[in-house]
Nanobody
Framework: QVQLVESGGGLVQAGGSLRLSCAASGSILSVNTMAWYCQAPGKQRELVAAITRGGSTNYADSVKGRFTISRDNAKNTVNLQMNSLKPEDTAVYYC???????????????WGQGTQVTVSS
């Protein structure tokens, strides 16, 4: 069994910061790209930031310069440092990992349960 567990969401005022963390655990042979997505009420889930195993990153235009994604390959964790938060950043944030479980011959995408981020104006 493989699990992704997120932590770090909450309520913050505009201009504040939050740090989200996600840990993948279970029978895992390898982890490729890890990412954070967000989904606001009535909207589709969208990519916030992604990071490859080698450390290459990709950000949504709306968060460039404000959010930083990082990972620890030894621990199978991914973090999202969110600074200068805006009310429009309010959403449920999900981490994802493209990984190969111990029983599989190919990669699959796994998702965390989501963590609420609310930014008040």
């Amino acid at each position: 069994q493989v699990q992704l567990v997120e932590s770090g969401g909450g309520l913050v005022q505009a201009g504040g910061s939050l740090r989200l963390s996600c840990a993948a655990s279970g029978s895992i042979l390898s982890v490729n790209t890890m990412a954070w997505y967000c989904q606001a009420p009535g909207k589709q889930r969208e990519l916030v930031a992604a990071i490859t195993r080698g450390g290459s990153t990709n950000y949504a235009d709306s968060v460039k310069g404000r959010f930083t994604i990082s990972r620890d390959n030894a621990k199978n964790t991914v973090n999202l440092q969110m600074n200068s938060l805006k009310p429009e950043d309010t959403a449920v944030y999900y981490c994802s990992a493209d990984l190969r479980p111990g029983w599989a011959s190919s990669l699959s995408r796994y998702w965390g349960q989501g963590t609420q981020v609310t930014v008040s104006s």
